[in-house]
């Protein structure tokens, strides 16, 4: 256990000379190269913070004496992690520490100000990266939305041709079959023909065979 903890305290002690040398080069940066450091202490900060986390969680399978011992210096690099992040906002301020420090007491009227202002300006980057977050969302949805209908524009189009196609279908049906029951009728309009004829062809056979046989008898 004692072993990890001091791996934690090494990793911790270099997170914060990277977070103490980002924040001197904030201070003698401008433009686009001080916010990449801003960016890069932002991100050691986040890494220092659950590196204590996990020393906190360590420290509990300990005994008690031993626990007292590193809680003390968790508190310790706690203190040390505020000090930071005062210095960090002072870096975003361009206040020089050693500046404030030989001023004293007349120049935390203007550093609370400039703080304020900092923490308004953070807050309303916030709100807009979320109401930039909001914007897209939206305009995905929009886009759902345009899909879907388009989606179902086609399928309406595609309902409609093979309606289309099933009145057309039904429409020659019905041509065919009204050409079907003509040509059945003209097929028994011609066999009642040809059986009038048979029949009319099997009476002059019997009449004519009637009068043959009568005048020979």
């Known amino acids: 256990m004692a072993s990890l903890l001091e791996s934690y305290e090494q990793q911790y002690s270099g997170v914060t000379a990277d977070i103490t040398y980002n924040i001197g080069r904030i201070s003698n940066s401008h ?8 960016r890069q202490a932002d991100k050691l900060f986040d890494e220092a913070s659950e590196l204590l986390e996990q020393m906190d969680l360590e420290i509990n399978d300990h005994d ?9 210096r968790i508190k310790s690099y706690k203190t040390e992690m ?10 975003k301020l361009g206040i020089d520490a050693n500046r404030d420090e030989l001023l004293g007491e007349d120049t935390h009227d203007s550093e609370d100000q400039r703080t304020r202002l900092l923490d308004n300006s953070e807050r309303l980057e916030r709100s807009s990266k979320r109401l930039d977050h909001g914007y897209k969302v939206v305009l995905e949805t929009e886009q759902i939305g345009t899909d879907m209908l388009e989606n179902l524009n086609s399928q309406r189009q595609q309902i409609t041709r093979s309606r289309n196609r099933l009145e057309e ?34 009476l002059i ?11 020979h008898t």
């Open 31 to 38: 433009g686009a190269e001080k916010q990449t450091y801003i």
């Open 64 to 72: 008690p004496q031993s626990r007292k011992k590193y809680q003390t």
């Open 82 to 91: 505020g000090k930071l992040q005062k210095d960090l906002k002072r870096a």
């Open 169 to 202: 279908m039904n429409s020659n049906l019905g041509k065919s079959s009204r050409v079907l029951s003509g040509m059945m009728k003209r097929i028994i309009q011609n066999r009642l023909l040809l059986l009038g004829i048979f029949i009319f062809i099997v």
């Open 205 to 215: 056979i019997i009449v004519a065979i009637y009068f043959t046989v009568k005048r």
